[in-house]
């Protein structure tokens, strides 16, 4: 575990990068934060989480850490001690917990427990949808005060551009920048960014909320076919994946959330609700 403490003073907030090695966008930002520093008004905690992992190229070790917590110091399992003496290094820090996915290529911001604070961090970090994932139980959200940010897909130099200007906004939203601007000065222009207006997922500035899915259940089998998009309603009866060839149709409607063909092991992904626009929140 990489963990650099940048400006004067206790942290008050982190930047958590690759709790899955295979999604290393949140290094990109972690890295650009300590080259711009100078940007913050105050301190800040930046950790890349699982090195081994990332090095690695895989998920993980030996286990999914983001399904370990609270984690053991004397387990067997590399992510067993690793989450440990991640929730150590975390204790009392308002977390933004940077992450990448095969589901979809447009950001979106998750929070493990839907408090007042964890929505407004949601809202501030630019993304359209958020997703209440209390339903998964565990995780990191579940230990700790803060929200993740899907940044993209997996590998994707624009997840690395996405998760540069999710922690900017994270940053202003917590004080610790007067504005996001501030920090992105020149990015655009630095290598592996997407040049303004080159891409859909670059986090244009916001003018409305974002929209509230929660996660209500698991939907479909693993073989499935995703052929239905996330975030958008399927009508009862519309089909949402085929099986065998065959199309397989909602019962009830529903808005699918994190489902993709290739995603899990033993589900399509999930089924979401759609609650509504988040009102315009403050991080107070
Ligand atoms: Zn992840």
């Given at each position: 575990m990489r963990v650099h403490d940048i400006g004067?003073?206790?942290?008050a907030h982190a930047v958590v990068a690759?709790?899955?090695?295979?999604?290393?966008c949140g290094v990109r930002a972690v890295d650009y934060v300590r080259d711009h520093q100078t940007a913050l008004t105050g301190p800040v905690r930046l950790v890349v989480a699982n090195e081994r992992a990332l090095a690695a190229d895989s998920r993980g070790v030996d286990e999914d850490l983001n399904r370990v917590?609270?984690?053991?110091?004397?387990?067997?399992?590399h992510e067993s001690r690793l989450a440990a003496e991640l929730l150590d290094t975390l204790d009392g820090l308002t977390v933004l917990d940077l992450h990448s996915t095969v589901s979809s290529a447009e950001p979106f911001a998750v929070v493990g427990r839907p408090t007042d604070r964890s929505l407004a961090l949601a809202a501030a970090t630019g993304t359209e949808s958020v997703v209440d994932a209390s339903y998964l139980g565990g995780g990191l959200l579940a230990h700790v005060d803060g929200v993740a940010v899907e940044c993209g897909r997996q590998g994707s130099t624009a997840a690395g551009g996405v998760a540069v200007r999710v922690t900017a906004r994270f940053l202003a939203a917590v004080g610790l920048l007067e504005a996001p601007d501030d920090l992105l000065a020149g990015a655009d222009t630095a290598p592996g960014f997407v040049p303004t207006g080159a891409s859909a997922h670059r986090l244009p500035p916001r003018d409305t909320p974002p929209v509230l899915f929660r996660i209500v259940g698991p939907a479909g089998e693993p073989n499935d076919v995703f052929v239905a998009e996330n975030f958008t309603r399927v009508a009862a009866g519309e089909p949402f994946a085929r099986r065998d060839g065959e199309p397989v149709t909602a019962s009830e409607p529903f808005s699918p959330v994190?489902?993709?063909?290739?995603?899990?092991a033993d589900k399509l992904g999930y089924r979401g609700t759609r609650v509504g626009r988040l009102d315009t929140p403050t991080t107070e």
């Open positions: 004067d003073g206790a942290p690759c709790l899955h090695g295979d999604e290393p917590f609270p984690g053991d110091p004397a387990a067997d399992s994190l489902m993709s063909t290739d995603g899990y």
